[in-house]
């Protein structure tokens, strides 16, 4: 039943596993960092760009929020898209889908796993994922407020898109033993 290199992933067994991202906390995290990042902008007296510092921490107000919205939408699908041997879900003939904004309350993803698969693991995907999303609706939101800024915020996201397709198959590793004992 281990999923070391010998688990027989042929193997119909599987448990369901659900991860909800709660859009309340992510737009939260969202504000919170965004909030920082426009405290943290280079104030240089007359020269301050002072509509893209309160654009910057108004991250969540009226206007923005519909872009933070989209946002993490788009990078929600990314997620499942990066999770898609667990999360890949049939689509039903006659699908459709249009570009009409609709703001989530919830966002779930139905991960279909082994049954070894480790409970460490489904909490460090869900923290990575929550990340994800939080630091690409942030880069977009500062590539237009704050440009110099917005490198920093894609390297973030970069380091969770990895970390994640890292952490996926963290169950599936190799046992490695030395040819001879190391005395």
Not at 120 to 142: C, G, I, N, P
Request: hydrophobic fraction near 30%.
């Amino acid at each position: 039943m281990g999923c070391g290199s010998y688990y027989d992933r042929r193997n119909k067994e599987t448990r369901t596993v659900t991860l909800t991202f709660l859009a309340p906390e992510l737009l939260y995290d969202i504000a919170q960092w965004a909030y920082i990042e426009g405290d943290l902008m280079n104030d240089q007296g007359d020269k301050t760009p002072l509509h893209a510092k309160h654009e910057t921490q108004d991250a969540i107000q009226d206007g923005n929020v519909e872009l933070v919205s989209r946002s993490l939408t788009r990078s929600f699908a990314e997620c499942l898209n990066m999770l898609y041997p667990y999360a890949r879900e049939a689509v039903e003939d006659g699908y459709t889908r249009d570009d009409y904004l609709r703001r989530k309350q919830k966002y779930t993803a139905a991960l279909t796993v082994p049954p070894c698969y480790s409970d460490s693991t489904v909490e460090l995907l869900e923290r990575l994922v929550h990340d994800y999303m939080v630091f690409k609706a942030l880069w977009q939101l500062t590539s237009l407020t704050d440009p110099d800024k917005a490198g920093q915020w894609q390297e973030k996201w970069e380091e969770a898109e990895e970390r994640i397709n890292d952490a996926k198959y963290m169950n599936y590793t190799a046992l490695r033993r030395p040819y001879y004992p190391e005395w």
